[in-house]
């Protein structure tokens, strides 16, 4: 059975940083593309970050320089360090593990001015 659990969300203030975590199990995790993706109130979901299997990395633009995806495979987990965090970050963050198609329940990241 496929698990996809997000931690680390939070209320922040805007130029503040955040390190949101995803484990994954009942997958060959070392074998999985992992990524992050985030929806605000009203709009749809959107991709955010990306990591190979071969640890190549992709980041949406809005997040670029700001964002850093990492995993470590020894502990089935998926790392989103969120520096420079802007208002307009705010929404649930979700966790995607490409080889089962399945996601996290999402954890919220809320940034005020």
């Known amino acids: 059975q496929v698990q996809v659990v997000e931690s680390g969300g939070g209320l922040v203030q805007a130029g503040g940083s955040l390190r949101l975590s995803c484990v994954a199990s009942?997958?060959?995790?070392?074998?999985?593309?992992m990524g992050w993706y985030r929806q605000a109130p009203g709009k749809q979901r959107e991709f955010v970050a990306i990591?190979?299997?071969?640890?190549?990395?992709n980041y949406a633009d809005s997040v670029k320089g700001r964002f850093t995806i990492s995993r470590d495979n020894a502990k089935n987990t998926v790392y989103l360090q969120m520096n420079s965090l802007k208002p307009e970050d705010t929404a649930v963050y979700y966790c995607y593990a490409y080889i089962a198609a399945d996601w996290g329940r999402g954890t919220q990241v809320t940034v005020s001015s």
């Open positions: 990591i190979t299997s071969g640890a190549t990395t």
């Open positions: 009942g997958i060959t995790f070392s074998l999985s593309d």
